[in-house]
């Protein structure tokens, strides 16, 4: 005669052939209903987290290719909704990040040690480049502002959200036409001469 923890390690197999037989079904009707009881989800989460945790950890360490594959399958879908994701809450996880790391100077200190360890070249990479670029200003610094670079050698101080709108790259010339179009319109309108 089987004990409870055997009938209810057997039910718990039963289910999983079960929703692996009918994966498609089964993520459907769950998406559907986290959808319509999300309070409820929140809550048996939060009620039942270290052993979600848990299972999650042990189901990981048996199958360590399947994260690797899965997101091999699914870059494009993962980077826009991670992107979409820091959008939607970036002030938040910037405040948390801020916050952890002034919490924790000396793990950031070993961190940036132990990155710089592992890249060297990256750091001197870094540097090299900013010694080769020049720093004329054509206006002054104001709170909330990036010194954007024109070209290698002259400056503008443009509002840090104009800055971040268009990627750029001053060494290869990528987009620089549209981020100086900006920069130089954002100075006319303040009325700095060029």
């Known amino acids: 005669m089987k004990t409870d923890e055997e009938r209810k390690q ?20 769950r ?12 809550e048996w989460y939060m009620d039942n987290r270290d ?30 909704h991670h992107v979409a ?3 939607e809450h970036r002030v938040e996880m910037d405040a948390k990040s801020a916050a952890w790391t002034q919490a924790h100077p000396d793990l950031m200190r070993a961190i940036k040690a132990k990155s710089q360890k592992a890249h060297p070249e990256t750091a001197r990479k870094v540097k090299a480049k900013r010694r080769a670029l020049g720093f004329i200003p054509l206006n002054q610094p104001f709170e909330g502002c990036n010194g954007h670079h024109v070209d290698r050698e002259r400056v503008v101080y443009i509002p840090e959200v104009l800055h971040m709108s268009i990627r750029h790259n001053v060494w290869n010339g990528r ?16 009325g700095v001469a060029q």
């Not at 998406?31 to 929140?42: D, G, P, V």
């Not at 299972?55 to 826009?80: F, L």
């Open 51 to 80: 052993e979600v945790i848990a299972r999650a950890a042990a189901w990981k360490a048996s199958h360590p290719e399947s994260g690797a594959e899965y997101y091999a399958r699914h870059i494009e879908q993962t980077h826009d």
């Open 175 to 190: 987009n620089m036409d549209k981020i100086n179009a900006a920069a130089f319109d954002y100075l006319s309108k303040q």
């Open 10 to 29: 057997s039910h718990r197999e039963a289910c999983r052939r079960s929703n692996l037989k009918h994966a498609d079904h089964v993520r459907a009707h």
């Open 85 to 87: 994701y820091y959008q």
């Open 31 to 42: 998406a559907e209903y986290k959808a319509a009881h999300k309070k409820e989800t929140h």
